[in-house]
């Protein structure tokens, strides 16, 4: 039963223009999520993340959108540049007394290519 | 300086054998965690120790036991390997549980295991 999910097993896009990855969580007890960015042979790295009592949040080039009645999260990256290349993790943590609580719940992550 | 550092990054071993997957943080974080990348590429938890105290211990084979001598390692030993738990073992910490605002997990390299 995953309760993360990101749909799309891969992205590309073009060096320049608007990467938008998808995320998609089932358990409304979640409220707070991340983003992590994964390289080769590398840990995963913290991005980005949202607080539920938000809808928004913005990092430079990064941005994320919390919709919390569609459970639906996404990450946008504009201008996309090859150096973010990478996998993205979609990640949920839960508020105090859930089953999920004191661990990140990730999804099985999207591959992004961005080409010059 | 790596922040958090496990060994080795891969390991090869036949089914049956025993072997350990060692991690440190020198972060000064309380809490530590393992995570397996499965072949679906999620990422799962297994166990999360705070302050050497076990606090998350998913449905985990008891083939995989965690040691925390201290706060800044966490040991992964694993028992009789059989060829399922062939997967790439991450390990992370925290300040607090769950990583909340400014406190987000960091991941270690990862450990690549292949038991054959």
């Known amino acids: 039963d995953q309760q993360v999910k990101q749909n799309s097993p891969s992205l590309s896009v073009q060096e320049g223009r608007i990467s938008i990855l998808n995320c998609d969580y089932t358990n409304s007890m979640f409220d707070y999520f991340l983003w992590y960015k994964k390289y080769p042979a590398e840990g995963p790295t913290f991005l980005i993340s949202i607080s539920s009592i938000k809808d928004k949040n913005e990092d430079g080039r990064f941005t994320v959108f919390l919709n919390k009645s569609a459970k639906h999260l996404s990450l946008h990256i504009v201008p996309s540049q090859p150096g973010d290349s990478a996998v993205y993790f979609c990640a949920a943590s839960e508020s105090a007394g859930g089953t999920s609580y004191g661990k990140l719940t990730f999804g099985q992550g999207t591959i992004l290519t961005v080409h010059p | 300086d790596t922040a958090v550092s496990q060994t080795p990054k891969y390991l090869v071993t036949q089914m049956g054998n025993d072997k350990s997957i060692k991690c440190e943080q020198n972060l000064g974080h309380d809490t530590m965690y393992w995570y397996k990348q499965d072949s679906k590429k999620f990422l799962k938890i297994m166990f999360s120790y705070n302050n050497k105290e076990l606090i998350i211990n998913e449905t985990v084979p008891n083939r995989f036991s965690p040691k925390s001598p201290d706060k800044a390692h966490l040991n992964l030993h694993i028992n009789s390997l059989e060829l399922g738990d062939s997967a790439v073992y991450f390990c992370?910490?925290?300040?607090?549980?769950?990583?909340?605002?400014?406190?987000?997990?960091?991941f270690g390299q990862g450990t690549r295991l292949t038991v054959v």
């Open positions: 992370a910490s925290s300040q607090e549980a769950p990583p909340r605002r400014n406190t987000e997990a960091f």
